[in-house]
């Protein structure tokens, strides 16, 4: 996958998961099925060095959906998907 490709793809990610959070914060989304469902979608992602930064970038946003943090929180964690991922 070519750098613009790659970085389309993010940017759609970024975006997928804004709209997310504007759905948890009208409570059109119970975060449990949300998690749940991200969940059986990581699962059925191919476990190849392709997919690896996707797969732990929406395990650590799953994490932060579990642990019951705060919308304002996993916001923050949006942009992490342009950056790459989050450093701990």
Sequence with gaps: MSSIEFDFVKGHIAATMTLIHALIDQGAVDRERLDSFFGAFVKDLPN?????????????????????????????????????????
């Design 48 to 88: 190849d060095r392709e997919t690896l930064s996707l797969r732990l970038i929406i395990d650590q946003w799953r994490e932060g959906l579990r642990n019951g943090e705060s919308e304002d929180s996993l916001k923050g964690q949006i942009f992490a998907v342009i950056e790459g991922g989050r450093v701990n």
